[in-house]
């Protein structure tokens, strides 16, 4: 069994500020951790995964995560917000299979000027 | 490349309609799977595929079908649609080697009145 838990449903920083949102998870296996982007009325793209090579990872867009084992977490970072950064970001784990995604319920993050 | 490939993009039922949400990929990825995206709920399996001929339930299978005769194609039936369908459907597909990147179609809006 797996589960994801994003705290915050809503974050809002100012332009420039450091972006900080949080993922914590469960799995009875070694996880693979993904982050989701999301844009208004758009799909889903991927920002960065871990799959158990190095623990910091770096994604698109200047943003990354470091996967704590002993902290269960995943959380995701940027140094500095960007307008164009204002979306809603979805953690999720898959549990080592490959077709069985597990989502948190997304943060939706907003930069303002 | 195409890539994953829904249709429709967006579509308007009445209540007790069915439909055929439609999904392809050219990738010849072994996994397909459907997602629905609810606000506040992050994404959720509906139901999902490791080959031609093999399907299985998620998380919220209740009021869908699918089947898998190709490994291309991977279709999301509603058999007698209710205004608790209404949502945005993702399909997803992937190969079978755990922790590669897990494609997502750019999503189907659907609303069900």
């Known amino acids: 069994a797996q589960s994801v838990t994003q705290l915050g449903s809503h974050v809002s920083v100012s332009e420039g500020a450091l972006v900080l949102l949080r993922c914590n998870y469960s799995s009875s296996v070694p996880p693979y951790l993904f982050w989701y982007v999301q844009y208004p009325n758009q799909g889903l793209q991927l920002l960065l995964k871990?799959?158990?090579?190095?623990?910091l990872v770096k994604g698109i867009n200047g943003f990354e995560a470091e996967f704590k084992k002993s902290e269960t977490s995943f959380h995701l970072t940027k140094p500095s917000a960007h307008m164009s950064d204002a979306a809603e970001y979805f953690c999720a784990v898959s549990g080592g299979s490959n077709y069985k995604l597990t989502f948190g319920k997304g943060t939706l993050l907003t930069v303002n000027p | 490349n195409a890539g994953v490939t829904q249709t429709p993009k967006f579509q308007v039922l009445k209540t007790g309609q069915s439909m055929t949400l439609q999904c392809a990929q050219d990738?010849?990825?072994?996994?397909m799977s459907w997602y629905r995206q609810d606000p506040g709920m992050g994404l959720r399996l509906i139901h999902y595929?490791?080959?031609?001929?093999?399907?299985d339930q998620g998380e919220v299978p209740n009021g869908y079908n699918v089947s898998r005769s190709t490994t291309e194609d991977f279709p999301l039936r509603l058999l007698s649609a209710a205004p608790s369908q209404t949502s945005v459907y993702f399909c997803?597909?992937?190969?079978?080697?755990?922790?590669?990147?897990?494609?997502f179609g750019e999503g189907s809006w659907l609303t069900v009145v």
């Open positions: 990738m010849n990825h072994e996994y």
């Open positions: 871990y799959t158990s090579a190095a623990t």
């Open positions: 595929s490791v080959g031609a001929g093999i399907t």
């Open positions: 997803a597909s992937s190969r079978e080697d755990s922790g590669n990147t897990i494609y």
